[in-house]
């Protein structure tokens, strides 16, 4: 039996289409709050499955260094998140790749799968209370998380 490994769509390939590269570049609205760690995660996938963590309060500045990280040579892929809200799918995007979803939280598309441990390499240092769960490749979101949350949402 060979496993095969399946990856997103790079940053990269992403960032080829202009639409999606303005999209990354501005700054999304965030709620006002008192603001006790940074909002954005800089996260960087190794060609060795390691993975690179960094954190950052201003978002031109996650960009600017997301990009640095991105051309490095060890980095296969690299991804920016919000740690404080999530957001919509864009309208403008029509078709993800096969296997693909949007990532509210990533603000791209994403491959959702099931991790058994009880760590996230994007969590680290909480513990997952429920193990089992399918979730972002990148920031560790519940894929239930977006479903769970408009159910309330609507309920309410």
């Known amino acids: 039996m060979t496993l095969t490994l399946r990856y997103p769509t790079t940053l990269a390939?992403?960032?080829?289409?202009?639409?999606?590269?303005?999209?990354?570049?501005?700054k999304p609205k965030m709620p006002k709050a008192p603001v006790l760690s940074p909002d954005w995660m800089i996260l960087g996938h190794t060609h060795k499955d390691k993975w690179v963590r960094h954190l950052e309060p201003d978002y031109k500045e996650a960009v600017r260094k997301l990009h640095i990280l991105q051309g490095k040579s060890n980095i296969?892929?690299?991804?920016?998140?919000?740690?404080r809200k999530t957001f919509k799918k864009p309208t403008w995007i029509d078709a993800l790749a096969p296997f693909e979803e949007w990532c509210g939280r990533c603000r791209r598309p994403t491959l959702f799968q099931t991790y058994p441990l009880t760590t996230?390499?994007?969590?680290?240092?909480?513990?997952?209370?429920?193990?089992?769960?399918?979730?972002c490749?990148?920031?560790?979101?519940?894929?239930?998380y977006f479903s769970d949350r408009a159910r309330t949402a609507n309920s309410s």
Do not use: M, N, W
């Not at 296969?76 to 740690?83: A, E, G, K, M, Q």
């Not at 240092?125 to 429920?130: E, K, N, P, Q």
């Open 13 to 26: 390939t992403l960032e080829i289409d202009e639409t999606y590269s303005i999209y990354l570049s501005r």
């Open 76 to 83: 296969r892929d690299v991804c920016l998140f919000s740690r």
């Open 120 to 135: 996230h390499h994007a969590l680290p240092g909480a513990t997952i209370l429920v193990p089992d769960q399918k979730r």
């Open 137 to 144: 490749f990148f920031c560790g979101i519940r894929q239930t």
